[in-house]
């Protein structure tokens, strides 16, 4: 977890310390990005993908499962669907099996690379990236669920101690907070506002790993939505907006894209630095609080949510304008 304790032997007390960023000159890092590929690089890097296994002996999708969808949107592609084009790349991602995940990567990367639309290549100046989750900073996310799981059922203890709780079935025995925090570190929660930055153009697409994310950066802005609406939903009373979004004054260089990339994952880092720091969630006296610490976990992952879905709400002009603010 990256943390040190020692132990009191008079009180019986744990004094618990970050050993990762309060260390001088430390290159550890609980979230981190790396460039895979760009015009401006002389070698590709796929080698650099080094991500925890995935595979599951019963996954939640089977491959079957995989083949029928990706039947599904090669049709939509033949039909010229660009939305499936690059949905294809999360399917592909999101199914590739452990050992085949860098190679999965690159041969997306020159798909898209090569991808033209009347005989001119559609991302000229794509590159690809890596956003991935150091496993402890998901451990320390944990730890104020499962000392509120012990403060709140202190027999529980006891079956910890006799193995009974070991033969539970219960897969969220520690998980009071998984659904509203742990979820966001195993995904892309906190990159949602990057991406959407300039909603409702789009010049991203990433595809989804545990504690990983493939960023392919277009190297140019193209639009997130159609001029007219393409759902039956879409046709309730709104307020729709005033104009249709363009891209001419709105393009920036490829590479300034990949900067706001490590720039964001940077900034990420070091709020999971404070924030999954035990000792910054404590009394007076240095007494742990873990009420406190889960509900910070959790209100920063709410925020996160809510920027992200009001960014994504440009057919509706008024919903574009509520505040996304914490609980």
Request: include cysteine; proline fraction near 7%.
């Amino acid at each position: 977890m990256g943390l040190h304790g020692r132990q009191d032997p008079s009180t019986g007390l744990w004094a618990i310390r970050d050993t990762i960023y309060r260390r001088p000159s430390t290159t550890r890092k609980l979230v981190e990005a790396k460039t895979l590929a760009a015009p401006w690089l002389r070698d590709e890097r796929f080698d650099l993908i080094d991500l925890p296994p995935q595979d599951l002996e019963s996954p939640a999708a089977t491959e079957e499962a995989f083949d029928e969808e990706r039947r599904s949107v090669d049709e939509r592609i033949r039909r010229g669907d660009l939305a499936a084009a690059l949905y294809r790349v999360q399917v592909d991602l999101s199914g590739a099996k452990d050992d085949n995940v860098s190679e999965t990567v690159s041969s997306t990367y020159q798909y898209l690379k090569q991808a033209t639309v009347d005989g001119d290549k559609l991302f000229p100046d794509l590159s690809a990236h890596l956003v991935s989750v150091d496993v402890r900073l998901y451990t320390r996310s944990k730890l104020p669920a499962i000392l509120l799981r012990l403060d709140q059922d202190p027999l529980f203890i006891d079956d910890i101690r006799s193995g009974r709780a070991g033969q539970s079935t219960d897969s969220l025995m520690f998980g009071s907070n998984s659904d509203l925090f742990g979820s966001g570190v195993l995904t892309d929660t906190f990159l949602g506002p990057l991406f959407a930055c300039r909603s409702p153009l789009l010049w991203a697409v990433h595809g989804q790993r545990l504690l990983g994310t493939v960023v392919f950066n277009l190297g140019k802005m193209i639009p997130g939505v159609t001029p007219h609406p393409v759902e039956p939903l879409q046709l309730l009373p709104r307020t729709a907006p005033i104009s249709w979004p363009g891209t001419a004054n709105n393009e920036l260089p490829s590479q300034r894209w990949a900067d706001a990339i490590d720039w964001w994952v940077l900034k990420l880092d070091q709020m999971f630095a404070c924030l999954s720091d035990p000792s910054n969630f404590s009394d007076a006296n240095g007494s742990y609080l873990p009420y406190h610490h889960q509900n910070w976990l959790m209100n920063i992952q709410e925020l996160f949510s809510r920027v992200t879905s009001t960014m994504l709400s440009w057919r509706d002009a008024y919903a574009t304008r509520i505040s996304p603010s914490a609980p």
